[in-house]
């Protein structure tokens, strides 16, 4: 995590970054080193639906991983792979749209 943040925050030194994260033990460890120009958050436990990620993978076993059989791990990183590269940017923008980070966001800074 603190490879990520650095990198992360390296590649946006002009900006401030506000990073919404879930419960994850590295993503609240106390030997995180978080860069000044980001700001961590947490979402509350047990709400998936808080979660833009969680929202992502739904759209994904919908698009791509219907009630069938693979025969290989290979199978599945191909499916994978494809469902993938077919989600828009547009697509994307609507699944993680959140009033409260368009609010926090105006809020806060």
């Given at each position: 995590?603190?490879?990520?943040?650095?990198?992360?925050?390296?590649?946006?030194?002009?900006?401030?970054?506000?990073?919404?994260?879930?419960?994850?033990?590295?993503?609240k460890s106390n030997g995180l080193k978080i860069p000044e120009n980001i700001e961590i958050i947490h979402i509350p436990p047990y709400t998936p639906e808080m979660n833009p990620i969680e929202q992502i993978w739904k759209q994904i076993r919908s698009m791509g991983f219907r009630n069938e059989f693979f025969h290989s791990l290979?199978?599945?990183?191909?499916?994978?792979?494809?469902?993938?590269?077919?989600?828009?940017?547009?697509?994307?923008?609507?699944?993680?749209?959140?009033?409260?980070?368009?609010?926090m966001e105006l809020n806060r800074y």
């Open positions: 995590m603190n490879v990520f943040l650095e990198e992360l925050s390296k590649d946006y030194k002009e900006d401030k970054i506000l990073l919404v994260c879930d419960g994850a033990t590295w993503h290979t199978d599945v990183v191909n499916r994978l792979c494809e469902t993938i590269n077919h989600l828009t940017k547009e697509m994307v923008k609507s699944i993680n749209h959140r009033d409260w980070i368009q609010y």
